[in-house]
């Protein structure tokens, strides 16, 4: 990388979603939805809504 990331892991997160919002961030078994676990991919936009309102 060519710039220096920000260190928190909630700035590092917010970085991404700005510099890449719809790119894929993760991926999980989400077993709330599904018993057997349904695959679910979250965006970096989609992760750091989630972390923030979390937070």
Do not use: K, N, Y
């Not at 970085?15 to 077993?31: E, Y």
């Not at 970096?44 to 937070?55: S, Y």
Request: glycine residues 4%; contains cysteine.
């Amino acid at each position: 990388m060519s710039h220096p990331i920000p260190g928190t892991l909630t700035a590092c997160l917010r970085h991404w979603a700005a510099a890449t919002p719809d790119a894929p961030a993760l991926t999980f078994a989400d077993f709330a939805t599904d018993p057997a676990g349904r695959r679910r991919t979250l965006s970096w936009r989609q992760l750091a809504e989630r972390v923030d309102a979390a937070a």
